[in-house]
């Protein structure tokens, strides 16, 4: 039994995990490298296998840095199941298909420039996949439960359980055997902070012999909902009410953009936001916001009785979806009182980037991020304080504000990851820590060594193990 560590080792993005029996191979995740130049081509080298030689993959949850080159997968000749849970099925019909598009724009956007900068030049960026891939990749999906277990292979053993982290996301547990001998492998997958809006807290494990966790946050604590709520608001007011401006937030399609909208509905409610209108221009977003408006089941209590409420469409805030491109550009008409909830969620891509190009540049504007933005993103360097930016061709001075929330992540924060680990009722033989940048990671190990005595490893990209 051996692990192969393929991304997601010292970095954030690009999730995938190569477990090879004797008998058998398969996956656990299989997503986008995302941030930077080098992200693209790091995804075209990133099957370090044979893909038709998997025999099948495990799903943690339907962010595209966990599942984004399934379609690849698919085109280079793996055939297998992907098992994940109901409600990431549902997401993921969406979100491959929307990936694929992207992935389509970007490669004509791309060739279109190349020709016009050099007379003559070929046309020879190609999509990682296109939506036809992305749709027979669909396919190959096999919806789980959380709780049950079930067998991909007479040597393998999973169940999921529930992660907290966005809809349908999952911690897996997996038994491998093999001459004999049985061991528990436990992924994290992106565990969620608990007490958030719209998910459940992550379930506990209390037994594994070798862990994989994942390590975001894994050096800082999060601010409260409570005080998150009043930054948020206090952005809104000043921009509203001094600046008489628009406030423009990058947000994730699924998760994000829900906790959002949840988030400003309790503003309404509290009398605090008055005559607001919100606007989600994210046609992923929207299909997603649906999605989890048609699985009440898996919401916390208090989420059920909120989402009622939106979709009962009798409340004082106004939330209204765009769906054409037209739609879109018809919001560069407002001039103030208004939120525009817009996709990528670090700004690579989408909508984002021509809002971010139409309102940079005014002072009376404010940007509010939401979320973590990753070393080499659009995102990060607004952050991180850039003075200005390239977006779609053209520098843009940045004179809006800019807000980062402190407390809304549906990543947990150290004191979580702590907390959960101290579930296991023995340390585990081998603790792996994943999906967190160098310096983070090894924060986090220092910490997992100082409160439980574990001396875990950091992979690199690359290295293999035996389990």
Known sequence: MIITFLGAAQEVTGSCYLVELDSTQFLVDCGLFQGGPESYRKNLAAFQ???????????????????????????????????????????????????????????????????????GARADVAPLYTVAQAQECLEQLRQVSYGTEFKPHDAVRVRFQDAGHILGSAIIEVWLTENNVTKKIVFSGDLGQPGRPIVRDPTPIAEA?????????????????????????????????????????????????QELLFMLLQLSREGKLKNLNVFVDSPLGAKATKITLDNLESLDDETRELARALRGGKEAIQFRFTETVEDSMALNNIRSGAVIIAGSGMCEGGRIQHHLKH???????????????AEGTLGRRLVDGAKSVMILGEEIAVQADRYTLGGLSAHADQAALIAWLKHFLRPPQQTFIVHGEQNIAQVFAEKINQELGWKPTLPSKGNTYPL
């Open 209 to 257: 012999d070798v862990l994989l966790v994942e390590s975001t946050y894994g050096n800082r604590l999060h601010k409260t909902l409570s005080d998150t709520k009043s930054e948020l608001f206090s952005a809104l007011d000043d921009t509203f009410n001094r600046k008489h401006g628009v406030v423009i937030v990058p947000a994730f399609a699924v998760g994000r953009t």
């Open 359 to 373: 309102r940079l540049g005014d002072k009376a504007n404010t940007i509010v991020f939401a979320g973590y933005q």
């Open 49 to 119: 296998f044979e893909p038709k030689e998997i025999d099948f993959v495990l799903l943690t949850h339907a962010h595209t840095d966990h599942c984004g080159l399934l379609p690849r997968l698919s085109a280079f000749g793996f055939k297998g199941p992907i098992y994940a849970t109901d409600a990431t099925v549902d997401l993921l019909e969406v979100m491959l298909l929307d990936s694929a598009h992207i992935q389509e724009s970007e490669a004509l956007w791309q060739n279109k420039r190349r020709q016009r900068e050099r007379k």
